[in-house]
């Protein structure tokens, strides 16, 4: 043994550990043996030594101006203001106190831990990725404190000064768990905060809301895969492609032309290069000058009978609501087929009352009408198409009531009242 000076008893009794200043260690003793059996380096010169409550060493090392915490085979070695002398460690707090010659004062240490804290991190392709600053017991700040990590996923880096990780995920990957370390004054801090992170892909389509015109060919942008390998190995897919849509497999690119009107419809895409997938949807909507036309099979119809409505030239897949005016009846919906036609048979409720209605279709901005006469289900009803409209003026129930031929009973009635007294006035003259 080299130059001793202090020495601490382990809480158990079983160990003394001895500073060797000419050796620049820590000596371990078993006290039931009084053999060395183990050196542990340390600072220069060290001259006293103390135990944490966990059983942590702690050395002051004159010669080099730090003081040494040793945890299992870490040895974390701090500053001193200036030749650390004499040690004690707070049993409770593990705060450590050192006596320091040349600056003539007492520092306080704390016992610096790098706090395991799990962080699990999950984003696409593409996003931002921001992880929680780590936690390090006793505080340490400034120039001296350094955080690093391993191998992190392509964009992402950490702040050396926080340990914040931090960037745009670029490639996707399974969740991946990265060791954020710290070191005080060059000394590794004991303890490891752990990120998991998981990077999904993602398939930009550039908010695409295709609009395209009857009779005129339709082309999308070209998907941007987020977060797939560079390899010029990626594939696009769809589903539920009309024959009248095909599908770029390099570039994800849809195009086609379609000769009628077409409601808004979504079509998905999917992108694959080896076990990475990712899926957008694409809307495409094509519109026409061509205006829908109702025409109903009958211009009356009796309470509660069927009555056939068509709409033609209008969108393929518009669905249209059906109702009957003047008070609202839902008859139900039709929907356009790829003829561009819908033809259906709808009950006009025997509620109805007698007289002139009409038959109203709706979708989106379309609204179509066509007046319907309601008879009594005793009246034979008038057959044949018709497609024609009335005046507002006209659009009525009415009652039932045949007026014109209440007036010529009346103007009869009259007639005869008056020829019975033209012939009583006659024969009292006789």
């Known amino acids: 043994m080299f130059a001793p000076r202090g020495i601490a008893i382990s809480h158990d009794g079983s160990t003394a550990y001895v500073a060797e200043s000419a050796k620049n260690s820590v000596s371990v003793i078993d006290l039931a043996t009084n053999e060395i059996v183990r050196h542990i ?21 004159s010669n080099g101006d730090t003081v040494s915490i040793v945890s299992d085979s870490d040895v974390l070695e701090l500053p001193s203001a200036g030749s650390p002398w004499s040690i004690a460690v707070s049993p409770e707090t593990n705060r450590i106190y050192v006596t320091e010659l040349d600056a003539n004062k007492v520092s306080v240490i704390a016992d610096l831990t790098l706090i395991s804290q799990p962080e699990s991190i999950v984003v696409s392709a593409g996003q931002n990725v921001t992880s929680a600053a780590p936690s390090i017991t006793g505080a340490p700040s400034g120039s001296l404190l350094a955080f690093s990590a391993n191998a992190l996923p392509s964009g992402l880096s950490i702040d050396t000064a926080t340990g914040v990780i931090s960037g745009v995920a670029e490639i996707a990957q399974v969740a991946t768990t990265y060791d954020i370390t710290a070191t005080y004054a060059g000394q590794q801090i004991p303890g490891t905060h752990r990120v998991t992170i998981e990077i999904t892909p993602g398939l930009a389509t550039s908010s695409q809301d ?13 998907l941007s895969p987020l977060g797939f390998p560079e390899d010029n190995s990626t594939v696009f897919s769809a589903e539920g492609l009309p024959s009248w849509l095909s599908l ?3 570039t994800g690119v849809i195009s086609g032309t379609s000769d009628v009107a077409r409601a808004r419809s979504e079509y998905k895409i999917t992108a694959t290069n080896g076990n990475i997938t990712a899926s957008a949807t694409v ?9 829908p036309v109702l025409s109903l099979s009958a211009s009356t119809v009796k309470q509660g009978e069927e009555l056939t409505v068509t ?6 897949g518009a669905i249209f609501d059906i109702s009957l005016h003047s008070d609202p009846v839902t008859l139900g919906t039709m929907t356009i087929d790829e003829n561009a036609r819908a033809s259906a048979d709808f009950t006009i409720p025997a509620a109805a009352a007698s007289g002139v209605h009409t038959i109203v279709a709706t979708y989106g901005d379309y609204t179509l009408t066509q007046e319907i006469t309601v008879v009594g289900s005793q009246t034979a009803p008038e057959e044949g198409n018709t497609t024609t409209t009335t005046s507002p003026d006209e659009n009525r129930a009415e009652t039932g009531i045949n007026l014109p031929v209440i007036a010529a009973i009346a103007v009869a009635a009259c007639a005869l009242a008056v020829g019975a007294i033209l012939v009583n006035r006659s024969r009292k003259q006789s």
């Open 283 to 291: 809307p495409i909507t094509v519109t026409s000058d061509a205006a």
């Open 248 to 250: 770029d497999a390099q």
């Open 41 to 61: 380096s340390v600072g220069a010169g060290p001259s006293n030594v103390a135990l944490t409550s966990d059983g942590r060493i702690v050395s002051s090392n």
């Open 210 to 222: 295709i609009i395209g015109e009857a009779g005129e060919e339709i082309t999308s942008q070209a």
């Open 311 to 316: 709409i033609s030239d209008a969108p393929v």
